[in-house]
């Protein structure tokens, strides 16, 4: 599996800041880069994703940007608020390659 | 739909004994993936299933885990003999096709042997 590097590991942010996770990849074929957020005993779920013929998708609070020719991306969260804090992590994968995930962010947003 | 269903949510079981985790991925999904999740080496990749055909089982730590998809809607990860190095949170994720659509995990088996 290609490698995808995730940063930071740990974050804390104040409520209303903006909370901001990257990763970055090896494999420029990778053509689909989700992000998934996790809460304490569930599964991992589908937050956001986007694909590299965009360079930004935003959902609410929630946006990604994406710079393919550094092959980064990261997650924005707006107006972080204390259900925000979850575990989040990205992820790439194209076609039949089975998706490769960050070791992943502990976000913890303070009220 | 229900989602994929896991089960146990949790199992406690002493060091040699049989563990069987139980799967039912999510109706119409043709992959299947089982991961483990520790804090120390984050979600690793065990075993991956293809229209009920295991296709990837590199990240299977040992022979003391074994995996089967006997049909589409039903899938297994069982670990003889059990050991404590093999406490984690196992989880069970479906997806339509492998690369270009999102995984939907289950909830997860909590796996302690003591």
């Known amino acids: 599996q290609q490698q995808v590097k995730q940063s930071p590991q740990s974050l804390i942010v104040q409520k209303g800041g903006i909370s901001i996770i990257n990763c970055a990849y090896e494999?420029?074929?990778?053509?689909?880069f989700p992000w998934y957020q996790q809460f304490p005993g569930k599964g991992p779920a589908l937050l956001i994703a986007?694909?590299?013929?965009?360079s930004e998708k935003k959902e609410g609070r929630f946006t990604i940007s994406f710079n393919k020719s550094a092959k980064q991306f990261s997650l924005h969260i707006m107006d972080s608020q204390p259900g925000d804090s979850a575990t989040y992590f990205c992820?790439?994968?194209?076609?039949?390659?089975?998706?490769?995930f960050g070791r992943g962010t502990s976000l913890i947003v303070h009220p | 739909d229900a989602g994929v269903i896991q089960s146990p949510r949790h199992e406690v079981t002493e060091m040699g004994q049989e563990v069987t985790l139980r799967c039912k991925p999510i109706?119409?999904?043709?992959?299947l993936f089982w991961y483990r999740q520790t804090m120390m080496r984050g979600l690793e990749l065990l075993i991956y299933?293809?229209?009920?055909?295991?296709?990837?089982d590199s990240g299977m730590p040992e022979d003391r885990f074994s995996a089967k998809m006997p049909n589409a809607s039903f899938s297994t990860l069982k670990i003889q003999p059990s050991e404590p190095r093999d406490s984690a949170v196992y989880f069970c994720?479906?997806?339509?096709?492998?690369?270009?659509?999102?995984?939907?995990f289950g909830n997860g088996t909590r796996l302690t042997v003591t």
């Open positions: 994720a479906s997806s339509l096709t492998a690369g270009n659509s999102p995984l939907h």
């Open positions: 494999n420029t074929a990778f053509d689909y």
């Open positions: 986007i694909r590299p013929d965009v």
């Open positions: 992820a790439a994968s194209k076609g039949s390659y089975i998706p490769t």
């Open positions: 109706s119409g999904h043709n992959s």
């Open positions: 299933f293809n229209n009920n055909v295991p296709i990837d």
